[in-house]
């Protein structure tokens, strides 16, 4: 039952909005209300030019509308930057391609201070 | 009508605990009737992501109806807390077994989910909104609906006496059992911090 808990905003938009699934469907150009069900209830991910449609909509950012997903997107991608940072930091820095490696290392220190 | 001390009440614990993720304060308010059932699910205290009204009037299958609605909202939302108002049993209702089987059934949902309800009497709700000067029904509608801008397309009128109530004010029973809800929460989170 947890995989289909709500993790977004959407309906909570909508329904302020006074708009119904399928008035929703129509202004992002689906035929039916189905697909915004599925996004509503976290079925499934909404494709990037829908979840630009939703911002458009809404006026909210896509992280505003989707936390969740924008929670969990975050989480992987930071996992594994971390995971290139330490396999950088364990290169060699002598010898060609040193340069390009101490660039990525600085870029991701000043990325993580911000 | 002074609001300002009860909504602050709301209002200052509205930032996310980000340590602990943003839907870890969810709360499902439940206002349940003998037909149907209004409902408001909060992500903090300021914010209500999800409301509505459900019936389940249909004498044939009436648990099975209400275990099938009650059971989307409980699945969809998988709140941390759910608030129901505990209502005074009237003998002399003729709903009174449907109230009572309805409230049976949602019970044994969220047994089922392993979430435990906390039960509110309508006199905790007088005693939140009163002192602030809201008395009635719609007093309190008004001020909710202006607490939450969201809710305000579906204030309803206010009815004449000779009128029954309107079919959206069940949402705004269940808004109001929240916010007491974290209200009591904030009371009792201070007193256990003295």
Redesign the interface.
């Known amino acids: 039952?947890?995989n289909?808990?709500?993790?977004n905003?959407l309906?909570?938009h909508r329904?302020?909005a006074?708009l119904s699934q399928r008035e929703l469907g129509l202004l992002l150009g689906y035929g039916d209300k189905g697909q915004i069900s599925r996004h509503e209830?976290s079925r499934t991910a909404p494709r990037l030019l829908t979840a630009l449609g939703y911002e458009v909509i809404f006026k909210a950012s896509i992280p505003e509308i989707f936390?969740?997903l924008h929670?969990s997107v975050s989480r992987e991608v930071e996992a594994r930057l971390a995971a290139m940072e330490e396999a950088l930091g364990q290169r060699s820095g002598r010898g060609r391609g040193a340069n390009i490696v101490a660039q990525k290392l600085i870029w991701m220190m000043e990325r993580r201070s911000t | 009508m002074d609001d300002g001390a009860a909504k602050h009440v709301i209002h200052g614990r509205g930032e996310t605990d980000n340590r602990s993720?943003?839907?870890v304060s969810r709360v499902l308010a439940l206002e349940v009737r003998a037909s149907k059932f209004g409902f408001a699910v909060f992500d903090e205290p300021a914010k209500?992501?999800?409301?509505?009204v459900r019936a389940f009037d249909v004498r044939a299958s009436r648990e099975a109806t209400v275990a099938k609605r009650i059971g989307f909202i409980l699945?969809?939302?998988?709140p941390f807390h759910i608030v129901v108002l505990r209502r005074r049993n009237d003998p002399k209702s003729k709903r009174n077994g449907d109230l009572s089987l309805a409230l049976k059934v949602i019970s044994r949902e969220m047994q089922a989910?392993g979430v435990k309800p906390t039960w509110l009497t309508t006199q905790a709700v007088k005693r939140f909104f009163c002192p602030h000067g809201f008395k009635t029904k719609h007093e309190i509608a008004t001020v909710l609906a202006g607490w939450f801008?969201?809710l305000s397309?579906r204030l309803p009128l206010r009815r004449k006496p000779w009128q029954s109530e309107r079919h959206n004010m069940v949402i705004f029973d269940a808004v109001a059992l929240g916010v007491v809800f974290f209200a009591t929460q904030d009371a009792s989170l201070k007193a256990s911090e003295h």
């Open positions: 039952m947890r289909q808990v709500s993790g905003y309906r909570m329904k302020k006074g209830r936390p969740e929670a | 993720g943003p839907f209500v992501i999800d409301w509505g699945d969809q939302y998988a989910r801008e969201e397309w």
